[in-house]
């Protein structure tokens, strides 16, 4: 906990020593506050309060010729106190009420055919709306799904980047020294901790982790970096990128274990490579989407009943199984006017040499819609976007009425929903059903 204050200190005097060599600075900001309930699908969430966050959101740029020092931070009060610890990038309070995120600090130098990053960076990879196919190089903040969007979970990872600039493409070449994972709801108060790890398993005791500091981290050397390779490029009638990434699964492989104290969960991080490709192509009020990764040898995590069988059988069990991996998608966006934006996906992925020992389906696959429409000289916007799981038939759905005072102050109501499938089965969606949700979110931006 000392160092990853002292690294929050370190970014505060490096944001604070700016001004000192900068020919220009902006700074820029949010403070957003939001307080959601459990609605009456939510079980023993029913009524209960299941988020509620102030958050402040700074940034500041400063510019000095072709370079740029950009730092951009949280400041986080949880009323709940479902804040969890991650590493260097998330510090959180014991209790979970308080946290410090450093999303961003780093370095830019640009020239004429050269690019250099270096610091805590995000990029997104990809043109998967809301899903993730080829997005593996920075890690997500999954501790949270209430009043949420994909594009705000990506965490910064520290990293060297170089990059080759043209007129009609980018080649960039990464290399990140130390590995970053995603954020987990941790924190004993988080209602997402009890849909991953309950508290009890038939009429035993779970006895989970609690904090970062408590699975199997990756040792914090050199050959235990990560690399990742990018190139794109940008047609007047296509948009393609190649992707390549050799590093470290962002989630943990949990290990159940029975002992006298009841079940034991440890988690392990294992190694991993991906290659993938995207393409946009635009056609009049169309643009279409195209996405594809393969994963070679990826570790899938096996399923409680195959840990359990193992054990009681008095033979050693393995938390994961490596197999190839292939994960595609096609979707759409359509902007037919009037304020209008409709946008469609079709997810599909497989495992290749499939075991039934495996957490997970041999062919899982969804889809998604989401329809946006503007109204009011664009003050008013109305959101609905949801998924399908096409295994089981579960769903989610968010449905927001976001209306704008000013160009600094929005008011949103939001309603989160999390059904199951057919004959009851949880499927995909339906085991965060308890997280069902409706919240009122105000954000004034400066």
């Not at 939001?34 to 009456?40: E, K, Y």
């Not at 809301?130 to 705000?152: E, H, R, W």
């Amino acid at each position: 906990m000392k160092r990853r204050f002292l690294n929050v200190i370190a970014a505060g005097v490096f944001a604070l020593s700016l001004p000192a060599f900068a020919q220009e600075i902006d700074f820029y900001g949010s403070l957003t506050a939001q307080s959601g309930i459990g609605l009456p699908n939510a079980d023993d969430n029913k009524g209960k309060f299941l988020t509620g966050l102030t958050v402040f959101d700074g940034t500041m740029r400063s510019y000095l010729g072709q370079s740029m020092a950009y730092v951009n931070g949280q400041v986080i009060f949880d009323a709940i106190g479902s804040q969890s610890t991650n590493g260097y990038s998330a510090f959180a309070a014991d209790n979970g009420n308080f946290a410090l995120h450093l999303k961003e600090a780093y370095l830019d130098w640009r020239g004429e055919l050269f690019a250099l990053r270096v610091g805590r960076q995000i990029a997104a990879w990809g043109k998967a709306d809301g899903i993730q196919v080829a997005d593996v190089l920075c890690p997500k903040d999954d501790s949270k799904m209430i009043a949420s969007t994909y594009k705000d979970s990506r965490l910064g990872i520290d990293a060297v980047r170089l990059s080759l600039l043209t007129d009609k493409a980018q080649f960039d070449a990464y290399w990140i020294p130390i590995f970053t994972p995603s954020l987990l709801p941790l924190a004993k108060n988080n209602p997402l901790r009890k849909c991953i790890l309950p508290d009890s398993y038939e009429g035993l005791p779970v006895v989970a982790p609690q904090k970062f500091d408590d699975f199997d981290l990756p040792k914090k050397a050199i050959y235990n970096g990560e690399y990742a390779l990018r190139a794109s490029t940008y047609l007047s009638a296509l948009d393609l990128s190649f992707y390549a990434f050799y590093g470290w699964d962002d989630n943990p492989f949990m290990a159940y274990s029975i002992s006298e104290s009841g079940i034991k969960v440890d988690g392990q991080y294992k190694r991993m490579a991906m290659l993938g490709a995207d393409a946009a192509i635009p056609a009049g009020n169309f643009v279409f989407r195209f996405e594809t990764a393969y994963f070679p040898l990826r570790s899938i995590q096996t399923g409680n009943e195959y840990q359990s069988n193992q054990q009681l059988a008095g033979l050693a069990f393995d938390a994961c199984k490596k197999h190839h991996q292939l994960i595609g998608l096609a979707g759409f966006d359509w902007t037919p006017g009037s304020g209008w934006t409709i946008t469609a996906q079709y997810f599909a992925d497989l495992i290749c040499d499939y075991s039934s020992d495996l957490e997970r389906k041999l062919y899982e696959h969804q889809m998604t819609l989401s329809l946006e429409k503007s109204l009011i000289n664009e003050t008013l916007t109305l959101t609905a976007t949801g998924a399908l799981d096409l295994n089981e038939l579960s769903s989610t759905a968010e449905l927001e009425c976001a209306y704008s005072f000013s160009d600094a102050i929005t008011l949103s109501a939001i309603v989160d929903l999390f059904l199951k499938g057919i004959d009851g089965k949880k499927g995909q969606y339906g085991a965060y059903e308890s997280l069902s949700c409706g919240t009122l979110k105000a954000k004034i931006s400066f």
